[in-house]
């Protein structure tokens, strides 16, 4: 299995797609697989149905939480193989209608969140001399989005220090992978705030004729996890089933 023996941290991994993506690592016998969110309200039941899920409650913005969290990992487990920056909010409006707090907001958990997770962790894969960064950006980040200037300028980011990435942690011969996967359309319950109407739209300009699903994403997070993609990096890998904006 691609993560097999491997520990593995996943941020909003309580619920949608992270939810989706831990229990995927679990099944596929990861050594362990930590589940970071702001709420441990799916925690108790996911480690009831797989012993190498362990949920630990944690803020994407806190920067000193995650120092701790990230120090306690790495004594306990001795390395950190994967790391998947999954969590994310959206807060929809034109530029002309968008609150600046919701402006903010979405900055700081989408980008920053993911800058102050890979900052902590990623010198511990370096020191190791290996490890798989997926970071969750989006075909908006690609393509941009009426109505989604923070949400679009936020996943746009994340690709821009993917790559940035790749090339720092691979710098001195340290095995460090690092890529981005752009999800389409995916039904979570985030989407389940979307009319109808623009679900019909999205699902009429995707080649493939459908929405995506979790498993969808979880498939393309594992596969970059492992060891069969160990010659990719520093790419951004579209899961949108030819999704036209």
């Not at 979307?194 to 929405?211: A, C, F, I, S």
């Amino acid at each position: 299995m691609s993560v097999k023996g491997k520990i593995c941290i996943v941020t909003g991994g309580g619920r949608g797609i992270g939810r989706h993506i831990v229990e995927k690592f679990a099944s596929e016998d990861a050594k362990m697989v930590i589940a970071t969110d702001v709420s441990d309200s799916t925690f108790k039941e996911m480690e009831q149905q797989y012993p190498n899920i362990k949920g630990v409650v944690l803020d994407v913005q806190d920067s000193q939480a995650i120092s701790d969290f990230t120090g306690k990992t790495a004594d306990e487990y001795g390395t950190i193989d994967v790391l998947v920056n999954n969590a994310g909010i959206t807060r929809d409006a034109l530029i002309q209608k968008m609150p600046e707090e919701d402006w903010d907001l979405v900055i700081n958990i989408n980008l920053k969140g993911v800058f102050n997770m890979t900052k902590y962790i990623a010198p511990h894969m370096m020191a190791s001399g290996s490890g798989s960064i997926i970071n969750m950006s989006s075909v908006v980040g690609i393509d941009g989005n009426i109505g989604q200037t923070n949400y679009a300028a936020s996943k746009g980011g994340v690709i821009s220090m993917t790559k940035t990435w790749a090339k720092e942690f691979s710098r001195k011969g340290a095995k460090i992978r690092v890529n981005a996967v752009a999800p389409g359309f995916i039904r979570t319950p985030m989407t389940d705030k979307v009319p109808q109407k623009v679900l019909d739209l999205m699902e009429g300009n995707t080649m493939l004729g459908r929405l995506g699903e979790a498993e969808d994403i979880s498939n393309a997070v594992s596969f970059l996890a492992g060891d069969k993609s160990e010659f990719i990096t520093s790419q951004v890998i579209a899961v949108d089933g030819g999704l036209k904006l």
